[in-house]
Antibody
Framework: QVQLKESGPGLVQPSQTLSLTCTVS????????VHWVRQPPGKGLEWVGA???????DYNSALKSRLSISRDTSKSQVFLKMNSLQTEDTAIYFC???????WGQGVMVTVSS | DVVMTQTPVSLSVSLGGQTSISCRSS???????????LYWYLQKPGQSPQLLIY???NRFSGVPDRFSGSGSGTDFTLKISRVEPEDLGVYYC?????????FGGGTKLELK
């Protein structure tokens, strides 16, 4: 059974770094890519970035300078790190498996002092 | 980036009725491998998006045949027939052909 679950702090101060973890089960990270997608409150969906089965990464160009995605295959975990957070980064952050059919429940991140 | 334009922004439908949503891309979504990576999602309030259609016209596992996708190149349509209460929410199209992947702005389906 394929499952993804995001975890991380709900509140981050402006200019600080966000660290999120996506823990997966039911599939291998070495055979599937994992993507991050975010959704500001009341708004649409935005692709953030991805880590491919071979370990390479792709990032949204608007976020690239602040973003890093990595993984630990032994723990079936994918990590998102975003620095210099701004209030505009307030959003629900989802992780999703390649193919688009499986998503985590999302984690709400609020950037506020 | 490829711009995905969905119309209409909102839609009112009667239970049991039929409706359709349009999605247009700013570039052809035909990949060099011959596939067209156009997807349709439904997001219900407070939930994660759920995949309905992948690669233009293929229903994801468990999706009822009331949902159908069609189109090619830059023009795509999602049709919903015999609308049920569980179909209400926001529909998004999504392209994975060109990087970065991009979503349409969404179409909110409401009851008339």
């Amino acid at each position: 059974q394929v499952q993804l679950k995001e975890s991380g702090p709900g509140l981050v101060q402006p200019s600080q770094t966000l660290s999120l973890t996506c823990t997966v089960s039911g599939f291998s990270l070495t055979s599937n890519s994992v993507h991050w997608v975010r959704q500001p409150p009341g708004k649409g969906l935005e692709w953030v970035g991805a880590i491919w089965s071979g370990g390479s990464t792709d990032y949204n160009s608007a976020l690239k300078s602040r973003l890093s995605i990595s993984r630990d295959t032994s723990k079936s975990q994918v990590f998102l790190k975003m620095n210099s957070l701004q209030t505009e980064d307030t959003a629900i952050y989802f992780c999703t498996r390649s193919g688009g059919g499986y998503w985590g429940q999302g984690v709400m991140v609020t950037v506020s002092s | 980036d490829v711009v995905m334009t969905q119309t209409p922004v909102s839609l009112s439908v009667s239970l049991g009725g039929q409706t359709s949503i349009s999605c247009r891309s700013s570039q052809s979504l035909v990949h060099s491998d011959g596939n067209t990576y156009l997807y349709w999602y439904l997001q219900k309030p407070g939930q994660s998006p759920q995949l309905l259609i992948y690669k233009v016209s293929n229903r994801f596992s468990g999706v009822p045949d009331r949902f159908s996708g069609s189109g090619s190149g830059t023009d795509f349509t999602l049709k919903i027939s015999r609308v049920e209460p569980e179909d209400l929410g926001v529909y998004y199209c999504y392209q994975g052909t060109h990087y970065p992947p991009t979503f349409g702005g969404g179409t909110k389906l409401e009851l008339k």
